[in-house]
């Protein structure tokens, strides 16, 4: 399989290249440029499989005709040390927790993923040190930085914005030491986002050094995030046929389900999009925004303006510019009316946060992390008679400790993986918002 840049001004990539590369040279998004679709005898037997034989079939359309298929399985199974359940919160929506990975958030999968095929190229290249760069408003840092964690022949440095990530977030990518490095830049996510970008267009640094991304504009960690939305599915059928005890047909939910996913750079929901493209039986999907809510502008003007971000309770999601914005625009065809069609949008602030965790709790006892709190309004505000709603909760709540524990007065205990990194020691090189500065950094670590 070939990808193609969004930009279309640069040569086609093998899947290789578009994962060492990140970013194609012409500043665009990598593309795959076929969507396999599943056939319905897939879909029939969906609810029988387990989340890995789901995701290894979804994976062989992705990535079948560049790894072999022995290998591929492994780098899955590997992958996915974890489950994700689907859980009923309130009549009619569920949650699909995506938090049982070893950082506590979706983006666990897209990121061992990314660390294995990585691996797996270097590997077979015989390539000298790789250097992964990653921007992180939270969760991206520490998912990257466990996924990557002792992977020979690669290094990553992290670039976060300081004082702007929680301190459980921080500790997850700031305490691991051996192939991990914490950048601390003085300046805003987009700031760390810019630095990452801009290392990557240096002709001499490139010279220097062997640069690569994690961000999930990298393929590698933005396809893999499908494999969860067929795990859901298969588990609300699998539901649906214990409670009616019938068969159903292979396109079951299409006129029912809505899929609403909690967004900052849109990678995680146009993965999502992907599943749908590939037959994913779905009505719509429904992106949920915080106070950053560029795209919910875009469906109701037409205009993409992007702007500044702000900081809110859900700061993984503290996005003024989301990177995949270009991957939605390209899979509809730059057409205003299809992206509406297909994605609803719906933003809220911090009070309507707050206050959306605290009702949840309070009257079904679920414990909602600010993020999966937009994405529990979104459904809650906007399904229609008839419709089931699922919503992806994308960080466990205790991730967000203080907040979570202000808003509903009560103490919320960390899971036994995230206590592990508060013991640990925090080690970061301080960074200011100069490009010039990261990159007198970056040179002198190649010496
Ligand atoms: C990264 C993140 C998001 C946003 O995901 P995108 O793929 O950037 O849209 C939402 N919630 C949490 C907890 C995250 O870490």
């Given amino acids: 399989?070939?990808?193609?840049?969004?930009?279309?001004?640069?040569?086609?990539?093998?899947?290789?290249?578009?994962?060492?590369?990140?970013?194609?040279?012409?500043?665009?998004?990598?593309?795959?440029?076929?969507?396999?679709?599943?056939?319905?005898?897939?879909?029939?037997?969906?609810?029988?499989?387990?989340?890995?034989?789901?995701?290894?079939?979804?994976?062989?359309?992705?990535?079948?005709?560049?790894?072999?298929?022995?290998?591929?399985?492994?780098?899955?199974?590997?992958?996915?040390?974890?489950?994700?359940?689907l859980v009923t919160v309130s009549q009619g929506i569920d949650s699909l927790e995506l938090f049982h990975g070893p950082t506590s958030a979706f983006k666990d999968v897209g990121a061992r993923f990314m660390a294995r095929l990585l691996g797996f190229f270097i590997r077979r290249q015989g390539q000298r040190q790789v250097n992964v760069l990653v921007a992180t408003s939270g969760d991206t840092g520490s998912a990257v930085a466990n996924g990557f964690l002792g992977v020979e022949g690669i290094h990553v440095y992290v670039l976060y914005p300081k004082g702007l990530v929680s301190d459980i977030q921080e500790m997850q990518f700031t305490t691991l030491g051996q192939n991990i490095t914490a950048v601390e830049v003085d300046g805003t996510f987009d700031d760390c986002q810019r630095l990452v970008k801009s290392a990557f267009m240096d002709e001499s640094l490139n010279r220097q050094l062997y640069l690569t991304s994690a961000n999930s504009i990298n393929v590698a960690r933005f396809l893999p995030q499908s494999f969860y939305y067929f795990n859901a599915y298969a588990q609300w059928k699998?539901?649906?046929?214990?409670?009616?005890?019938?068969?159903?047909?292979?396109?079951?939910?299409?006129?029912?389900?809505?899929?609403?996913?909690?967004?900052?750079?849109?990678?995680?929901i146009t993965a999502g999009l992907f599943a749908w493209e590939m037959g994913l039986p779905v009505k719509r999907f429904m992106a949920a925004n915080n106070r950053n809510d560029i795209f919910l502008k875009y469906l109701r003007s037409g205009h993409y303006e992007p702007r500044p971000s702000v900081a809110t309770l859900a700061n993984a999601m503290d996005v003024g510019d989301p990177s995949n914005f270009v991957r939605?625009?390209?899979?509809?065809?730059?057409?205003?009316?299809?992206?509406?069609r297909h994605v609803q949008g719906a933003a809220y602030d911090d009070r309507q946060i707050a206050e959306t965790i605290l009702q949840v709790w309070q009257q079904y006892r679920?414990?909602?992390?600010?993020?999966?709190?937009?994405?529990?309004?979104?459904?809650?505000?906007?399904?229609?008679?008839?419709?089931?709603g699922v919503f992806l909760e994308t960080a466990h709540p205790a991730k967000f400790k203080h907040t979570v524990e202000r808003i509903i007065a009560e103490p919320v205990t960390l899971p036994e993986s995230l206590q592990a990194f508060m013991n640990g020691r925090k080690q970061s090189v301080p960074m200011t918002a100069s490009f010039e500065d990261f990159k007198r950094y970056l040179s002198s670590e190649a010496e």
């Fill in 1 to 85: 399989m070939k990808y193609y840049s969004t930009n279309h001004e640069a040569p086609l990539a093998s899947l290789e290249q578009a994962v060492v590369k990140g970013l194609a040279p012409d500043r665009g998004l990598y593309m795959p440029e076929r969507i396999v679709h599943l056939p319905a005898s897939f879909f029939e037997g969906i609810q029988d499989l387990s989340f890995k034989e789901i995701s290894c079939r979804v994976a062989e359309a992705y990535f079948g005709e560049d790894i072999p298929v022995d290998t591929l399985h492994q780098i899955v199974c590997d992958t996915l040390s974890f489950e994700t359940p």
């Fill in 238 to 268: 699998r539901r649906r046929m214990e409670q009616t005890g019938d068969r159903l047909p292979a396109d079951y939910g299409h006129d029912e389900l809505v899929i609403c996913v909690p967004s900052g750079n849109f990678g995680n």
């Fill in 328 to 340: 939605v625009m390209d899979l509809y065809g730059h057409d205003h009316a299809t992206v509406c």
């Fill in 366 to 388: 679920y414990l909602l992390d600010p993020h999966g709190a937009c994405g529990y309004r979104a459904l809650q505000e906007n399904l229609q008679p008839g419709e089931s």
